[in-house]
């Protein structure tokens, strides 16, 4: 069973850069598609990117697209969101998560999660 961890959220000023990594312990991703997915208290967890592990296409949310870039290491098992330009309303918890298969926008579908990185923006 693969496990994600989620590591480099922070704290940073508008307009600055964060990058998040998603390690995967216990298998490797083969053919899977991992979201980067982000909530603040009281609402839904919100896609905001995914990467298909195989072809390495991406699909981004409109809120995150120009500024957000999701990539992926074959060789460290680790999928990153660069994030730039970030906004007071990119302040959220930040989650990693696995769906065998393409594609997913809705969390529903994806059935492995991390923990959750805090990523705060100040204005």
């Known amino acids: 069973q693969v496990q994600l961890v989620e590591s480099g959220g922070g704290l940073v000023q508008a307009g600055g850069s964060l990058r998040l990594s998603c390690a995967a312990s216990?298998?490797?991703?083969?053919?899977?598609?991992i979201g980067w997915f982000r909530q603040v208290p009281g609402k839904e967890r919100e896609f905001v990117a995914h990467?298909?592990?195989?072809?390495?296409?991406?699909y981004y949310a409109d809120s995150v697209k120009g500024r957000f870039t999701i990539s992926r290491d074959n060789a460290k098992n680790t999928v990153y969101l660069q994030m730039n330009s970030l906004k007071p309303e990119d302040t959220a918890v930040y989650y990693c998560?696995?769906?065998?298969?393409?594609?997913?926008?809705?969390?529903?579908?994806?059935?492995?999660w991390g923990q959750g990185t805090q990523v705060t923006v100040s204005s």
């Open positions: 998560a696995r769906r065998l298969g393409s594609w997913g926008t809705s969390p529903r579908v994806y059935d492995v």
């Open positions: 990467i298909n592990w195989s072809s390495g296409i991406t």
């Open positions: 216990g298998r490797t991703f083969g053919t899977s598609t």
